[in-house]
């Protein structure tokens, strides 16, 4: 009996190793790793300016007597802005006009005796010498009278200046001046940006000029990378900036100004092109220490282990990101319980599905 009982205990002993090693089997979920277009693309911070902006500046001197605009204003063409007082001005077109009607007057006068004299001097009544004098005497006020009409006309003109009007249909931008200033010809009044034909500024890096070229797609973004409009290069500038040591490029925005405004910040991301990437979902992203992992299921002498594997990421597509490098095509990768996951571990993959899903 006690040697019945001695191999019935060492058969437990030998069974409970088998036993405990099934348990430790973690069941996972996982995705097989496939390739899937992803674009290849950059990021830059952007400029949005209009095609069309104007700096106004005052064509005369004097003194700011009204301001009727006020920035961000939206203004119609030939909209009057601002004031410059016209006191004295007026007062130069007044005398001007009295002017003008004095040598009309004279003209009249010279007019009507030429006339007169004209028809005595046909008849032999007077000499040509009175009708030279005639004659000159009246192209002589004529040519006062229109000399007089077109310093009126100018002075009229020059009335107009005083008063500040919108070149164009736009947005009033920065009002620097105020009611009571003296202004001259340098004086920046405002700036008026056409509300419509907007461009993203972008300064690329020297090191990707042999990328750069026409009709590459460009997303328009704001700060909290929500995608605005989807664009495309149709300038590329044939120098490089300077200062920034950066090729401008430029690309059209279509959205009016209640969503994009004139020398707005936004973001831009350049997509150079499209290759095969593979892409894991968010969920199989673990981060120790600033490196990237995913837990992949490696058979190994019949079952499967998890192996944590560091990989690279790249863009996000939908919930997955794609990654540059550290997967291949087919790896299995673990999408459940990652965070009880070690390296080495037993675990049991309960399904399969495609990585981008």
Known sequence: MLLGLAFIGCQKKEAAPAAGAGMQAMPVQTVAVTLEPVPQSSEYVATIKSRRSATLQPQVEGTLTGISVRSGDRVQSGQAMMTIDPLHQKAQVEAQVATERQKKAVFDYNSTDFDRQ????????????????????????KADYDSAVALRKTQEEQLAYYTIRAPFDGIVGDVPVHVGDHVATTTM?????????LEAYIYVPTERIAQLRPGLEVDIMDTTDKQLEKSKIDFISPQVDSTLQGIL?????????????????VKARIVWNTAPTAVVPVL????????TFVFVARQQDGHFIATQTPVVLGDTVGNSYSVTSGLSSGDKVIVSSTQFLVNGMPVMPMGAAHAGA
């Open 189 to 197: 009044l405002t700036t008026v940006d056409e509300s419509k034909d």
């Open 118 to 141: 004209k028809k005595l001097f046909e008849a032999g009544i007077i000499s040509r010498e009175v009708y030279d004098q005639s004659q000159q005497a009246y192209q002589n006020s």
């Open 249 to 265: 490029v430029k690309a059209p925005v279509h959205f009016g100004p209640e969503t994009l405004r004139n020398a707005q910040l």
């Open 284 to 291: 199989a992203v673990t981060r120790q220490a600033g490196q």
